[in-house]
């Protein structure tokens, strides 16, 4: 028997009681402006081709894109991510591709900007979608990711996609030293607005599958993998290092990726920098989520809402995922 006396005054369920307390104490809330939607970009036009392993997910040419974006205004999400699908004959050792000024990035980029100026585009700067061999940098001979030869053509790269418009270029590559070199060429060539959301603390993640699936670079990176330059999945402390080498050299936002299984590093960042950081729910997480809800396992819309709220209480300030419309719209209707 317990004594009366010593019963809990203490109730924590007395303000989950009711509907009205429990938003009133509500900590955190998600909202459309949270979000930003990746997108896969195909050249010509027409074009629109299913992701097999991301359900509701297309590769799409920049025509059929538009509605997309206009989609992105109506709902309130503030910002879309390109990422090229590059056609097979147009990779290279060298990655030559990724400096042509009238490329597919560009190309997308004028007919968003020209459209959709109010809608904030990120590019993402990497060579991965325009290497033959699918590493995000130039190899040596024996195939290691030569660091410094990279960032001299990630600068490059930057400057086209700048040029033609892009608001936030987003190193995702995991070279050193390449966000300074890359705001001093910004600067250098007059666009001192251009943003940088440097990837900066990026796993090696068996998560990006899909994605890697969607703009093609699976095949081409064969049996390869990024452990040179992604970080460690067993890392944390080298996290914090990254991020403040990033913000150091000038970068404006600064990125986790993946989320869900980070959340540990995204509140660390949080709490070490106060600094804008975004998280990434990668393509292998929207993979997860879409097969269990396919199968009738999980209820989509709570289970995507409840992920997202979890990434922004660990301390994130935008999430970058492939539920972003569809998301905006739960919220919308919430
Ligand atoms: C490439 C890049 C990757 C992702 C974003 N940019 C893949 C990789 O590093 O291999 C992954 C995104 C996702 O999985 O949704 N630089």
């Known amino acids: 028997m317990i004594p009366l006396g010593s019963y809990p005054r203490r109730r924590m369920r007395r303000m989950r009681r009711d509907e009205f307390s429990r938003r009133l104490v509500r900590e955190h809330r998600l909202d459309a402006a949270d979000l930003i939607y990746p997108v896969f970009v195909l050249d010509g036009t027409g074009r629109e081709e299913a992701v097999p392993s991301m359900p509701g997910v297309s590769r799409l040419s920049v025509d059929r894109l538009l509605p997309r974006a206009e989609e992105c205004l109506r709902l309130g999400v503030p910002a879309i991510a390109l990422f090229p699908v590059v056609e097979p004959a147009l990779k290279s050792p060298d990655a030559a591709e990724a400096l042509n000024p009238e490329g597919l990035v560009p190309r997308a980029i004028q007919a968003l900007k020209q459209r959709f100026p109010e809608l904030g585009l990120i590019t993402d700067v990497a060579l991965d979608p325009y290497t033959s061999h699918g590493q995000d940098g130039l190899i040596d001979e024996s195939g290691y990711v030569v660091n410094d030869e990279t960032v001299s053509v990630l600068v490059r790269q930057a400057t086209v996609h700048a040029a033609a418009g892009a608001d936030i270029v987003a190193p995702s590559d995991m070279m050193d030293g390449r966000i300074g070199r890359i705001r001093e060429a910004l600067d250098a060539a007059g666009f001192i607005h251009t943003r940088i959301l440097a990837y900066a603390a990026k796993y090696a993640s068996s998560f990006y599958g899909p994605f890697r699936e969607a703009v093609g670079s699976a095949a081409s990176l064969g049996q390869g993998n990024k452990y040179t330059y992604q970080m460690d999945p067993a890392n944390s402390d080298e996290a914090l290092w990254e991020v403040g080498l990033d913000l150091q050299e000038g970068a404006d936002m600064v990125m986790v990726k993946p989320g869900l299984p980070y959340l540990d590093i995204v509140r660390r960042v949080k709490d ?40 922004k209480r660990a301390g994130a300030d935008g999430i970058l995922t492939y539920f972003a419309l569809e998301a905006a719209r739960w919220l919308r209707a919430a």
């Open 272 to 311: 070490t920098f106060r600094a804008p950081t975004l998280v990434y729910q990668v393509s292998g997480e929207y993979a997860m989520l879409k097969a269990a809800a396919q199968q009738g396992w999980l209820d989509e819309r709570s289970c995507v809402l409840e992920a997202l709220l979890a990434i």
